[in-house]
């Protein structure tokens, strides 16, 4: 079925949909920077796990990385490589299946490496571990996204580094970004090499962690390489490792919803939709953040603004508070027609939920040729399941 992009007018039912056109662009740019500055840029699976679209990432990026055994098992039989992966806590039910499906091993402590190293090392000969270090820095603002809070649980700091790594310990893993500029790393990259430059001589990579969104519009990418490859002439001998999520996913596709109705209350109107805030986009509720509506523009965040052609945006959940904001639209919404969120193709497939067993999405790829392929329905049976 052919699609136009500006309206989607030819679909009635919700979808996520990511268009190949962009998540090729975003590919081609997170190509160039790892060409460019020598590095390695991998995916992580928290924010973007399509692995349908797989055979289009391999085209460009060679890895994944996990952080659990199930994602670990995504990247090595759907993307088809070990992973790199790291845990804040491995269990001896899952270790002995994530080292085989792993190429590199992080551990979050000292007592997490003791428990389980020779361990991993007995099930995967080839594996190479890591330790996460805390540079106890970061200009992450939103404090759930924060890993180096006061009393974060993740990595070492480096007054708790030996002084001498265990002798089987090839790399740190560094992680202190959110959807961040490449200005931050740069003040974020004096902070790793005050603390723990001491140990450069022990490891043969580091891990920069995600959060570096080189795909945003106003990224300085020649800024980022500039950085890496400073990094690099530096410290030759180790290897550059970047693993960001947002960035492979941003700007490359909305979720496309339905009004249902239109109903009115202390003259404040509601757009009633087939898609739920805290099943299909639950960082708006989280965070909270507001995507942006097309056609649309947000008057308020509480809900109370009135007028002709503004509207609070109300979920078809059970939940009272799942809805957003109020949005001024350049028209009056009509039953049926379509409300298209944008960038809701990043940490929303990963995280949807079937509460109240609402109907679940679709995910589509529209190809270069406007082409909509549906990858998935879900079904009463998918709901029916999960509680099996």
């Known amino acids: 079925m052919k699609i136009n992009p500006l309206t989607y007018a030819e679909l009635s039912r919700p979808m996520y949909v990511l268009e190949e056109a962009r998540l090729r662009k975003n590919l081609e740019t997170i190509a160039h920077v790892a060409k460019e500055a020598d590095v390695e840029i991998i995916l992580a699976f928290k924010a973007y796990a399509l692995w349908r679209t797989f055979p289009i990432f391999r085209e460009y990026i060679k890895a994944t990385t996990a952080s659990s055994l199930f994602e670990a098992r995504l990247g090595f039989e759907e993307f088809g490589a070990p992973t790199h992966t ?12 994530i080292a085989r499906c792993s190429s590199h091993l992080v551990f979050n ?12 090392k007995m099930v995967n000969s080839k594996l190479s571990f890591g330790l996460r270090v805390n540079p106890e820095y970061s200009e992450v603002e939103t404090l759930i996204y924060n890993p180096c809070a006061p009393g974060t649980r993740f990595g070492i700091s480096s007054d708790k580094l030996p002084e001498t790594l265990p002798e089987d310990v090839d ?5 202190c970004h959110c959807e961040s500029g490449s200005d931050v790393f740069e003040r974020t990259l004096a902070h790793i090499e005050e603390k723990f430059a001491n140990w450069f001589p022990q490891i043969k990579w580091i891990n920069f962690g995600g959060g570096h969104l080189m795909t945003r519009k106003d990224y300085d990418v020649k800024l980022l390489i500039h950085l ?17 999520g947002s960035a492979f996913a941003w700007q490359t596709g909305p979720l496309v919803a339905q009004v249902v109705d239109i109903v009115e209350d202390n003259n404040i109107k509601t757009a009633i939709l087939n898609v739920s805030f805290s099943c299909h986009m639950p960082d708006c509720l989280e965070m909270p953040y507001h995507p942006a509506v097309r056609n649309a523009t947000l008057t308020d ?12 945006l109300g979920a ?7 809805w957003m904001g109020s949005w001024t ?3 009056a919404l009509q039953v049926g027609e379509n409300i298209i969120f944008e960038d809701m193709l990043h940490y929303t497939t990963v995280k949807t939920t079937m509460f109240n067993g609402i109907s679940h999405p679709a ?7 406007n082409e909509l392929e549906v990858l998935r329905n879900y079904t009463y049976e998918d709901y029916r399941d999960r509680m099996d």
């Open 363 to 369: 995910i589509a790829l529209l190809h270069t040729d």
């Open 301 to 312: 965040e509480d809900g109370t603004a009135k007028g002709e052609t503004t509207y609070r």
């Open 109 to 120: 402590s000292i007592t997490q490496y003791e428990r389980y190293h020779v361990r991993a």
């Open 228 to 244: 890496l490859k400073g990094f690099r002439k530096r410290y030759p001998w180790i290897k550059v490792i970047l693993e960001p």
């Open 171 to 175: 790399g740190l893993h560094v992680h």
């Open 329 to 331: 639209f350049d028209h």
């Open 86 to 97: 790291f845990s804040p806590g491995y269990t001896d039910y899952e270790i002995d299946d």
């Open 316 to 322: 078809n959940s059970c939940l009272s508070g799942d």
